[in-house]
Structures are given as structure tokens and as C-alpha cells.
């Protein structure tokens, strides 16, 4: 069984023998959720690549201590897989952030397209964009991630076209598209964009904006996904022709 893994805010420079202390939510999720005990083993990650492994030395009222006993820093994943998520309707857009950050994503980008059912606006923004947050950073613990992903605040069209102009490869997912994701050169450093529609659709200035920023037109098959799952199904597909997948 995998040993639990916990959020710490910094592990910059801590070294084996060292005590770190976990606080707040994560402490009480620790100590009154999964019950952990003196003596038990646990990890923790401050989500910047260090990870550490050790058992619990004392536990408190939303406090822990454990004792570090061994110590792993991974460098940061190449490519860099950045997710252009289109705002879908209900629940679907925690559902699209979880399994991006499963699949190894760096960055997941709320983008309001223009036939986004779902509008972020006011405390409706704060509230769904704080749902995003949590269900990555949730997500990334169960995923063992060393590095956790973030969750840009909403993106316009104009902010998305500026993404994709500074990438090393983007890629617009399109069931129109002509060329499919098979007949892409992949890198394999740098950061690849891949932005995923709405429900209703993407419209014709907003692929003729992306492509004439860099971005290619692609399609994944002669299956339509829907917004929730199109995206880590691009990603799986071009992380198997990295370096990341082999």
C-alpha cells in the first residue's frame, strides 16, 4: 500500500535527521482523517520537486512532526505540458483538472471560449477557480506528483493566442482538422500548449486566432470526446512520444 502523501509549505534545504512540521489542514486530514500515529511512515512534498519520507514523531491538535529519513529532489518534468481548458458546464471542469494533474500536466489554464455554457464571473470566478485549485492540488497527492501543477486565473482568447506564441509546439483540438496528433514533431524540452474547446464548440475566429499565433489544428480520431476528456487524452498521446513516457 502506498504510504499517504502531505502538502508542506517549503522543504528548501532540509536534510535527513531533520523534524519537519506539518500544521492546519493538512495536519488535522493526517491526524483525524487517516489517523496516523507515532511511529508510522508518511510522505511530504512542498510540490517544487523535494520530496521526503519519514515516521510521524509526535502529533497535536492540527500538528504533526515527522523526523526525515530519507530526502529525493526531482527536476522539473520535460516537456512541459501546459492544458487550455475551455470552462465547461457543472462539474466537468474539476473532473477535466483531475485527471490533467494525473497525467502529469504543469500548468492548467481556465480559458472563458466564446461558447462556454459556464461564465466565471465575481465570486463565481473566486469560488470555481478555488475548486480548480484544490481538486489539483488533491489530485497531485494521490498522484505522487514531486511537482504539483497550477491553475492560471481565466484566460481570454488574446491571453491563450499569447500562450500558444510562446510555445515550442501548440495544438488546437478540432474535429474538423484534417491532420491528425499521430503526424506531429514532438519536442522534447520546452513547453507544448494544447487547448481543448467547449461544449458547444469552438468557432472559427477563435482556431483562425490560435493557428495564426503558431498553433496547429489536430484531431484525435473519428471519436468526438467530450471537453472533460479530450484533453488528457491529447496529452497521454503526445507524453507516449517523450522522453517522459519511455
Given at each position: 500500500?502506498?504510504?499517504?502523501?502531505?502538502?508542506v509549505?517549503?522543504?528548501?534545504?532540509?536534510?535527513?535527521?531533520?523534524?519537519?512540521?506539518?500544521?492546519?489542514?493538512?495536519?488535522?486530514?493526517?491526524?483525524a482523517v487517516r489517523r496516523l500515529r507515532v511511529g508510522e511512515q508518511v510522505v511530504l512534498t512542498d510540490g517544487a520537486g523535494t520530496t521526503v519520507?519519514?515516521?510521524?514523531?509526535?502529533?497535536?491538535?492540527?500538528?504533526?512532526?515527522?523526523?526525515?529519513?530519507s530526502v529525493r529532489r526531482a527536476a522539473a518534468p520535460e516537456?512541459?505540458?501546459?492544458?487550455?481548458?475551455?470552462?465547461?458546464?457543472?462539474?466537468r471542469g474539476e473532473l477535466a483538472v483531475e485527471v490533467?494533474?494525473?497525467?502529469?500536466?504543469?500548468?492548467i489554464v481556465?480559458?472563458?471560449a466564446a461558447r462556454s455554457v459556464a461564465v466565471w464571473k465575481g465570486e463565481r470566478a473566486a469560488r470555481s477557480l478555488g475548486r480548480w485549485r484544490a481538486t489539483a492540488r488533491e489530485a497531485a497527492k494521490q498522484a505522487r506528483r514531486a511537482w504539483f501543477p497550477s491553475v492560471a486565473e481565466v484566460a481570454s482568447t488574446a491571453d491563450v493566442a499569447a500562450l500558444v506564441s510562446g510555445a515550442g509546439l501548440a495544438v488546437v483540438l478540432h474535429e474538423d482538422a484534417t491532420a491528425p496528433m499521430a503526424a506531429l514533431d514532438v519536442p522534447t524540452t520546452g513547453r507544448i500548449v494544447v487547448v481543448v474547446g467547449p461544449e458547444g464548440g469552438l468557432t472559427d475566429e477563435e482556431v483562425e486566432?490560435?493557428?495564426?499565433?503558431?498553433?496547429?489544428?489536430v484531431r484525435l480520431g473519428a471519436e468526438v470526446l467530450r471537453t472533460s476528456t479530450a484533453g488528457v487524452a491529447a496529452v497521454a498521446a503526445l507524453l507516449a512520444r517523450t522522453p517522459r513516457w519511455r
Open positions: 500500500m502506498s504510504l499517504p502523501v502531505h502538502l509549505p517549503d522543504l528548501a534545504g532540509v536534510a535527513v535527521g531533520a523534524q519537519v512540521t506539518v500544521e492546519g489542514d493538512e495536519a488535522h486530514h493526517a491526524v519520507q519519514g515516521p510521524v514523531a509526535s502529533t497535536g491538535k492540527r500538528v504533526l512532526a515527522v523526523t526525515v529519513e516537456p512541459a505540458l501546459v492544458a487550455v481548458q475551455a470552462i465547461p458546464k457543472g462539474d490533467l494533474t494525473e497525467v502529469g500536466v504543469a500548468e481556465p480559458w472563458a486566432a490560435f493557428v495564426a499565433a503558431g498553433a496547429v489544428s
